[in-house]
């Protein structure tokens, strides 16, 4: 939304915040006031990074039309884990109708792999490969013009900041990808059989209810701290108005000033649970 006020043209010239902009603002400016410091350490890591392949199928005749696989390397192990699920159906009906999802479905592939080895992943560094350039540019910029997408970046970021997970991701060719194999159900795992792999039952019980749709002091379970926070902030940045604030010259600083104060105040309390589009 914000990308989309940016390069718009309001030939009106009054720029007013639309429903979708106010909503945006206020998931950014919620995210900033609860989400995790992130850290840079500066020195050479201790432990050799942890390597992440992912990889989506779609193919409507299957019974599982949407499946995605990932693998994960640990340099303390001799052997990779591996795991893999079909998309479910809420996911993929929430998504925009389209002639093809395999972007969508590579993308959710991310997220759901941060789930599954959430504890084996936190405060390490992950070099996380992908062979679609649609999520591998999503991922990397953080931001997508499909909402979709964005939403599924959202979440893949999200996990990150939660379990100071640290990731680079760049792009691996698909003859390279050894999750290729796990993400089609048809195929057999050849390559994992050989190297021991260890499976690793999918985690989906975040994906569906803990999503960029949700509000970041929900999905990071700090609600409490953001209130707070907002409790404490809101009388300091938002004192009661000047009385000259209500005539002439300060009409329009008094306008930015409502508005202002009136998204901030949406961060109190009384939470919805999603953040609707």
């Known amino acids: ?3 989309e006020r940016q390069f718009a043209q309001d030939v009106t010239g009054e720029w007013r915040l639309t429903q979708k902009l106010r909503q945006a603002l206020r998931w950014v ?10 850290t840079m350490p500066m020195g050479r890591p201790k432990e050799r990074p942890c390597l992440l392949y992912t990889d989506g199928s779609s193919e409507l005749k299957r019974l599982n039309p949407h499946y995605v696989g990932a693998v994960l390397f640990m340099p303390e192990l001799s052997y990779p884990l591996f795991t893999h699920c079909a998309v479910p159906a809420e996911i993929v009906d929430a998504w925009l109708p389209s002639k093809q999802y395999i972007h969508l479905v590579e993308l959710f592939a991310g997220p759901m792999a941060l789930d599954t080895w959430s504890t084996l992943l936190a405060n390490r560094y992950v070099i996380h490969f992908v062979d679609n350039s649609a999520a591998l540019g999503a991922i990397v910029k953080g931001y997508s013009p499909s909402r979709d997408l964005l939403h599924l970046a959202g979440d893949y970021w999200l996990r990150c900041a939660k379990h100071r997970i640290y990731c680079f991701v760049d792009r691996v060719e698909s003859k390279s990808n050894i999750s290729d194999e796990p993400s089609r159900p048809d195929v057999p795992n050849k390559d994992l059989v050989e190297l021991d792999a260890v499976y690793t039952p999918p985690c989906l019980d975040y994906i569906a209810g803990h999503t960029a749709r949700t509000r970041p002091s929900v999905w990071l379970n700090e609600v409490g701290r953001h209130n707070q926070i907002v409790a404490e902030l809101s009388s300091f940045l938002f004192p009661p108005l000047p009385p000259n604030a209500q005539q002439g010259e300060f009409s329009t600083t008094r306008e930015a000033y409502s508005t202002a104060r009136g998204i901030f105040s949406t961060l109190t309390p009384k939470l919805s649970p999603l953040v609707k589009n």
């Open 29 to 38: 400016l919620e995210l900033l006031l609860v989400c995790p410091p992130r």
């Open 1 to 3: 939304m914000l990308k």
